[in-house]
């Protein structure tokens, strides 16, 4: 049984066979990201992307709204969440600092290498043995181990993910995310943590960038330098594992075609385009204001995407069957908190 199951009228699947034009989601999906923005900017140690996600759940079970989003609204919400993702991450590569995470020095990239490898395989292995059903492991795995929903969203498009997969994802890592906000600065003292030292457990393990600058500012501009390095590592990571994947899973369907009758790309565009992005942020081209511009329009793209991709929780189901899914997100939590504070008392 999957995780998730969006039970509807038969009048309500009538009218999502029969309405094709994504215009209602899709405009549904900007009003949602510029709620969230608002509540941003009214609550800033919310992230904008963790409130998209919960308006995104929170309209999709208020009574008048949930029919009009599981309805006429739904195919543009799901275009938004495949689409509009894919832009957004290419966007994603212009704030990647090539040359900053270099400067890191090779110690800490073996190590974030290592934490981000360790966090993936671990969570695949242990949502194989708790018997999570479809993707749920992959997209987990991911979401934990490189940058959240972001990730999450990429390495669905190129694993074919069901909707219902990627949504309870999205849900459980941003859930886990938003609580290290809280959690993780009380423990930089027991653990007896540096201020740099914070930064750099906060940026190997923390999932979401906004939800990295929101834990690690706490301790002050240093710790928040530190984690930002830290995390655009891992960010930096994202190619080569949605591309790995990518050639695992055309390996998997060898000689299966597209439904255009071409075979699978071995390498997905918006990946290409990630990379592309990245190497013309590191030629120094582009002006400071082009760079604020793509990185308004990235959270704003994001942002709507997340919404749609909220929109597909149905919490109902979620709380009857996510017994497995929520274990997964404690330990894989455990597992990447605690392989990243290794690493950083190894590295300093």
Known sequence: MALLHRPQSEAVRHVSRETSTPWPGLAAAAAGALVAWCVHLLVPAVPMLTASVVLGIAVAHLPGLRTVVRGPARPGLSLAGRRLMRIGIVLLGLGLGLDQVLRLGWATVAMVTGVVAATFFGTVWLGRRLGLPGDQPLLIATGYSICGASAI?????????????????????????????????????????????????????????????????????????????????RVALLAPLVAAVAFSMRARRRGVRTSSGRRPAP??????????????????????????????????????????????????????????????????????????????????
């Open 153 to 233: 969203g990429a390495v669905s498009e190129v694993s074919g993910s069901d909707e219902e997969d990627v949504a309870a994802s999205v849900a459980l890592v941003t859930l886990c995310g938003t609580l290290a906000i809280a959690v993780l600065p009380l423990l930089q003292g027991p653990l007896g943590l540096s201020d740099p030292s914070f930064g750099r457990w906060v940026g190997a393990s923390v999932h979401d960038v906004g939800q990295v600058v929101a834990t690690a500012q706490t301790a002050g501009p240093g710790a928040l330098g530190e984690a930002v390095l830290v995390k655009l590592m």
């Open 267 to 348: 390498v997905p565009l918006f990946v290409a385009g990630f990379l592309a992005a990245a190497a013309l942020r590191a030629t120094g081209l582009l002006p400071g204001v082009a760079l604020e511009w793509a990185h308004t329009a990235q959270e704003a793209l994001l942002a709507a995407a997340l919404f749609g991709l909220g929109s597909a929780v149905h919490l109902p189901t979620l709380a009857r069957t996510g017994g497995r899914a929520a274990a997964l997100g404690l330990g894989a939590w455990v597992m990447v908190a605690g392989v990243s504070y290794a690493g950083v008392l190894l590295t300093s």
